[in-house]
C-alpha cells in the first residue's frame, strides 16, 4: 500500500469486545469482516467492503495500545523513520516504535502534541491503498473524511504540515463557534480541523460513506449504538452524522437521504 505521502492508507478499530465490535459495523456499514490468517497469533481481523476493498483492521484492545476502544489511521509516508524524527522535534511522541511487518510494511504509532494518536506506515507492496478515497471515485463502505476536533487549530495545523506537507487553504465559517478548516494532502482534501465545541470531544474521528444515512443510523440504533449528532446537510447534497457503537466509539457518516 504505497500512496503519496501524507494520505491516510488504512483504518484500525481496538475494540472492548471484537466479535461485538464485528456484529455492529458488519450490520451498520454492510462491511465484510474475516480473520487476517497471518499466523502471529494475533486476533487480527481485515474490514473489507462489499465490493472487496480492504480498509481497515478491528482488534481487541491490547497492552501497549489504546486503552479506550475507539478507531485510529495510518497515513502513508515516504520514510517512517524520517517523518518520527521529524514528529518528535514538532513536539509529538513515539508510542510504538517503527517495526517491520514481513508482506506488510514498516509503521509506528505516535501522538502529536495533544495526545491524538496515528500510525506512520510506509506499505512493502507498491499497489495503492483504496481505503481512503475522494469524489468521484467514493463508495459506499470506503472512508470518506478525517476530522480533528482540537483546542489550538493553528498548532495542530502545523505539527502535521511539517510531517505529511499538509495544506490548509479554505475554511467554512460556524459563526461564533471557530472555523471548519479543510485539509489537503496534494491535490485531495483529506479531511477538516475544528475547534472543541460546547459538549464536544478533541481528538480524531473518522467518516465512512453509506448509501442512505438515516438506514445506517437506524441500524446503528438497533445494533446498540446511538445517534451522537446530526444528520446534518453537507455539500454535494449528502448528510453527515456521528453515531456511537456498543463501545462507545465514534464514528461518522456520509451520504444521501433517500426517505
Do not use: K
Request: net charge negative.
Amino acid at each position: 500500500m504505497r500512496n503519496p505521502h501524507g494520505t491516510p492508507i488504512w483504518y484500525e478499530y481496538h475494540a472492548l469486545d471484537a466479535d461485538r465490535a464485528q456484529t455492529f459495523y458488519e450490520a451498520v456499514f454492510g462491511w465484510q469482516v474475516a480473520p487476517s490468517g497471518d499466523g502471529a497469533g494475533l486476533d487480527y481481523r481485515i474490514v473489507s467492503t462489499r465490493d472487496g476493498v480492504g480498509l481497515a483492521g478491528l482488534m481487541p484492545l491490547m497492552a501497549g495500545m489504546p486503552q479506550t476502544p475507539g478507531w485510529l489511521f495510518y497515513v502513508g509516508v515516504d520514510d517512517v523513520d524520517a517523518t518520527i524524527a521529524t514528529a518528535q522535534d514538532a513536539g509529538g511522541t513515539v508510542r510504538m516504535p517503527a517495526t517491520d511487518m514481513p508482506g506488510v510494511g514498516r509503521m509506528a504509532l505516535l501522538a502529536d502534541p495533544d495526545g491524538h494518536m496515528f500510525y506512520l506506515m510506509r506499505g512493502a507492496m507498491d499497489e495503492p491503498s483504496r481505503a481512503f478515497t475522494t469524489p468521484p471515485d467514493t463508495a459506499p463502505g470506503q472512508m470518506v473524511w478525517n476530522e480533528l476536533t482540537t483546542v489550538d487549530q493553528d498548532a495542530a495545523l502545523a505539527f502535521y504540515a511539517q510531517l505529511f506537507g499538509w495544506r490548509q487553504e479554505r475554511s467554512l465559517s460556524m459563526g461564533p463557534l471557530g472555523e471548519y478548516r479543510f485539509v489537503d494532502a496534494g491535490p485531495a482534501c483529506v479531511g477538516a480541523t475544528m475547534p472543541v465545541l460546547p459538549d464536544g470531544a478533541p481528538g480524531w474521528l473518522f467518516y465512512a460513506e453509506v448509501e442512505d444515512i438515516d438506514a445506517a443510523i437506524a441500524r446503528a440504533i438497533d445494533g446498540g449504538g446511538a445517534l451522537a449528532q446530526g444528520p446534518d446537510p453537507i455539500p454535494s447534497d449528502a448528510f453527515s452524522a456521528v453515531v456511537t457503537d456498543p463501545d462507545g466509539a465514534r464514528i461518522g457518516l456520509v451520504g444521501p437521504r433517500r426517505g
